[in-house]
């Protein structure tokens, strides 16, 4: 799902299975870190969970340390999700939260 200015929106951001502090955001494969950090900057919530596909640019160690700094910036408690171990180890080693599914109530 697109907004008027092309950017990707989170779907189940806020339903009624989820506090108003909590957001999901579906990284799609092409997304990169600045992608990432714009939609981190976007996200008027505490608590967001990175739901991060295996086929994702999102590799290396400086694009993870970056955007926990930036999460911190922010005040966001940052969950990852993803079926790639390599993306759960690069998301924990900077801290944030990991797991390799999302919660059945958190998807919409």
């Known amino acids: 799902m697109k907004d008027t200015n092309g950017m990707k929106q989170a779907r ?3 339903n009624n299975n989820q506090p108003n502090n909590e957001q999901v955001l579906y990284l799609g494969p092409d997304e990169n870190i600045t992608d990432v950090r714009q939609r981190l900057n976007q996200a008027d919530v505490q608590y967001i969970t990175l739901v991060v596909p295996s086929q994702t640019q999102l590799r290396g160690q400086v694009t993870w340390k970056l955007l926990a700094a930036r999460a911190q ?8 999700v993803s079926n790639d171990s390599y993306v759960r180890a690069m998301a924990q080693s900077v801290h944030f939260r990991v797991t390799s599914s999302t919660p059945r109530s958190k998807v919409s």
């Open 12 to 14: 189940g951001g806020n």
């Open 73 to 80: 910036e922010l005040g966001q408690v940052v969950n990852v």
